[in-house]
DNA sequence: TCTGGGGTCCTGGTACTG
DNA sequence: TCTGCAGTACCAGGACCC
């Protein structure tokens, strides 16, 4: 799903584009989320339909019909729903958008195993070693276009490029349902014509930047002496992005990758200053993230807690443990001890989160017995827990703390049904992006 | 207008160590 | 014992992406 839309330029070129060397596809389902919901409610096809929940939710996902009325991802649920007071919500179904995904993602096997899965919705392809099996480049863009059309009754834009970042722009510009090709020779001419933001790594603070040199397109920006970029925007940033407007760009398709960091945060319905319930919402989101690095096969060394105030300020506060840990209790207690050093006199507080960093695969960490560890403790029991939410569904068994009494407010998190179950891990690995 | 939740990467400051 | 230095690890925050 690209966040910014652009008007696309001419297409390249008239008849059958030359797709010599253009051996990279982005592939990039369109509105997948919305797509995927209207599946099972084809009445509501040519209706604008927004996906997301309640409250301070914001949208997921809408249909091109709802972004007529200038309905966005991202958007406060609130503000889509006064733009397009027509449009059906529908509460995101996590579970199917994984199964739609999986089966996409199988057809791209069928065509290379150089598969690099970006988010739910969008891959990289590196097709070069497909091509004399398959035919060129643009054959098989179209092949995978119409498979995905016709096995799962969604339809998806295609860039083709020899380039990752070139083929990604263009699968944006072919949006929605197109397929455009860029040849190796005409990369340059394509950027060039682009602005700044259209650039992948440069969002709303390094276009101010840009603009405030008097850069407005991707041409501006390669005509300007690398040296005066890296002095506005920093060593790396500048460098790179001077790399990308001359079209050079070296990233190569990397079917794995394994996670840096795992966590979760929660919004509550409403700002609160109770400790105890903060706490409580500690314990909630360190037990969910724990499961998620046991069932990941990784533990963690450092914690990162992360904490939003009423006025949207937001810290993070981290702790480096001794040893890496997978163990929900130690999470917890040092998320907690992150928290309680803070030292905030009732603060009025409206997200916390808590996530794991310093990942490695769990038999690559050496555990230390300590002495005074006893011989089945919190990492057995955490095990215990694993097996019967496998069994029985998350959150069969919970810590005690997390139980509500029959007929009590389990929090301010109930106030807008903040309560979710586990969701699956969505995340297969990208180069930059993420969903 | 009023800002989710999942992440990655980079930068600059500070502490530690040899 | 003190000081300066360089390399490294850690920490916090910002920007960005989907």
Redesign the pocket.
Known sequence: ????QFRPPPRVGDGPPDDTGATILHV?MDAFYASASLIDRPELRGTPVIIG?GG???V?SANYEARAFGVT???????AR?LCPQATVIPPDHDRYARISEAVMSTFHAVTDQVEP?????AFLDIAGAVRRLGPPTTIAQWVRDTIADEQGITASVGVASTKFVA?LAS?LAKPDGLLVVPQAEVVAFLHQLPV?A???????????LQRLGLRTVADLAHTPVDTLRRA??????A?LHDLAWGRDERRVVPV???????????FGADIDDPVLIHRELLR?AD??AA?VRSAGLVG??V??KV?FA??????????LREPTDVSREMYAAARA?FDALGLQRARI??V?V?M???VPRERAAHQPRLDEPDHGWREADRAVDRASARFGAGAVRPAALVTEPGGADGAREATG?A?GA?P???MG??????
């Open positions: 799903m690209s966040r910014r990039d929940g301070r939710s914001v997921l991802s991202a958007m406060p649920m609130t503000r006064r970006l988010s739910l919705d969008e990604k944006g933001g650039l992948w790594g440069v969002g709303e603070r390094t276009e101010e930047a925007l920093g060593d790396v940033a500048g790179h990758q394994r996670e840096k960091s795992i966590g979760s945060d929660e919004t989101l969910r993230t998620r060394r450092t990162t807690l939003r006025d949207f300020t937001t810290i993070t506060r981290s702790r480096t992150l409206r997200l989160g996530r960093e310093g990942l903040g979710r969701r891990p969505i995340r990208r180069s930059g992006s993420q969903t």
